[in-house]
């Protein structure tokens, strides 16, 4: 079982900037690829970004390319999401996923987390 737990969602105007954190618990993070999705009411839960176990190579949707950043630290069990040059299309609920295979799809996910708002103002 992994319990992840997502912080530093909030409120910015467009053009900010906010860093999203996932803690992992348990010690069995290395053996995962993470990745971030996100969500709108009435719309899929769509892929945002990856990263993989073994080589930390990187994947982004095309909508976020350039803006957002994802790394992990394996040490402290914890992934992020560095999103840059925000704007208003960008407010969902992002939450925190992790895939023994691969976090490009929903439908391959091991485990969520509980996700954080995030809203950007025109």
């Known amino acids: 079982q992994v319990q992840l737990v997502e912080s530093g969602g909030g409120l910015v105007q467009a053009g900010g900037s906010l860093r999203l954190s996932c803690a992992a618990s348990?010690?069995?993070?290395?053996?995962?690829?993470m990745g971030w999705f996100r969500q709108v009411p009435g719309k899929e839960r769509e892929f945002v970004a990856g990263i993989t176990r073994s080589t930390g190579s990187t994947r982004y949707a095309d909508s976020v390319k350039g803006r957002f950043t994802i790394s992990r630290d394996n040490a402290k069990n914890t992934v992020y999401l560095q999103m840059n040059s925000l704007k208003p299309e960008d407010t969902a609920i992002y939450y925190c996923?992790?895939?023994?295979?691969?976090?490009?799809?929903?439908?391959?996910?091991?485990?969520w987390g509980q996700g954080t708002q995030v809203t950007v103002s025109s």
């Open positions: 996923a992790c895939s023994l295979s691969t976090v490009v799809s929903v439908n391959l996910i091991d485990y």
């Open positions: 348990g010690r069995t993070f290395t053996r995962f690829d």
